[in-house]
């Protein structure tokens, strides 16, 4: 529980976006006031370290008298939402306490877990139902400014599409560098033609940039000059939230499927997997019956041995369909992803596994805990309690688009009650949303 306890895993704060960066200064500078209310400002968002740092501070009595009670119910807390480091202190001040006293802590320790709004992430949640068909997709024009400096990067894109099949309404979820690519994929999106359903939709895409395969020397440049890998892992939800989107860009950009352990030890490197560079391709092959996505062994010559998982199909129809088949001479001894719709080509894809560390998700979920806005927003789009979260403050861009989509689903009261509350606060494409629904 000493300082170096708490400078080694920075968490961030709250909705006002003070964040424990600040609330570490004012510890350390002995304000502890401010420290506590930021850090307390921290705890909906089911901020494990936020939660310790309070622990520490009743232990300790900074800010108040030290509160052995209270501090194991933070304690309790910190390991509830995933501290492995709280679980030996708990052990330790439970044997100082009477049993009264640990009947209080657990009644504490309740209570404030029922305050947790964020206790973990759901599995994606599809917005598309019944997308309607692609019948032109404009790739954007690479910016003259941006390709003249070598910049890659990405957008993260919300729209509407009308009964008529056309993009009717546009906005920049996320970008990467900031700016930099918005107005040509705005462009590009709002040129997109669907086919006409007589009903309007909801799309969300991202768009990737880059001249050619992403280089090894550049990223790390780049990674290296923004310190992405030091400033994440001191607790910069700034710096997490760009190294997340780096980690997405690359996992995309790769030749590879990128699979994500969470049981893979968690060891901080500022070296990148080489298959994130790797010029081994993809290819394509028929396969007769087989449609969704697969995952599979081959032996040495390429020959399915075994199914390993199969998300639309049954695995054992899967099976019966992938097992004896040869993928590709150059497909051995491997571990390959397999994704096709219904009567096409399957795309084959090798697949690597790596630690949460190389993970966008992991990063984009370490920033909104620690407070980073961008990030929440980015989660809200596929996560029910970020979604729910955000809500309850007042953020005019989830209200809007949540209102989108209830009214696409058919509540249209409530879907119109949040445009007109984004609208009040002056969001300007609430208005543009609401006219073109």
Known sequence: MRKSL???SLLLSTWAQADLLDALQHYEQKDYPKASAEFTQLLPLGNEVAAFNLAVMFYKGEGAAAD???ALAYFQLAAELGDSRATGVISSISKQLSATELQQA??????????VQIKEIEDERSDLIDFPEVVSRKAPSYPKEAATKGLFGYNVLRFVIDEQGNVSAVEVLGSFPAKTFDKASARAIKSWKYAATGQKHQGKVALHYSLGPLSKHRVNQFMQEHKLVEYAVAGSPQHQYMLGTMMD??????NYHVNVDKDLPLEVSTELPE???SRKSSFKTRIEGFYGSAEVKTDPKGVVTEVLSADKMKLQQASALLIGKELDEDASHGHYRLWGDPGKAALVEPVITLSQLHSGHYWWSMAAKNG???AQRQLAAFSPQWENYLLQNNDPQVQA???VRKILQGDKVEG????EKAIAQHYELASELKAVL
């Open 372 to 374: 980073s806005l961008d």
């Open 106 to 115: 657990d009644e504490q320790s309740h209570l404030l877990l029922t305050q």
């Open 68 to 70: 052995p009670v209270k």
């Open 275 to 277: 298959q994130f560079f």
């Open 401 to 403: 688009w949540s209102g």
């Open 249 to 254: 860009l690359l996992a995309t950009n790769a």
């Open 6 to 8: 708490l400078a080694a």
């Open 416 to 419: 119109q009650l949040l445009l």
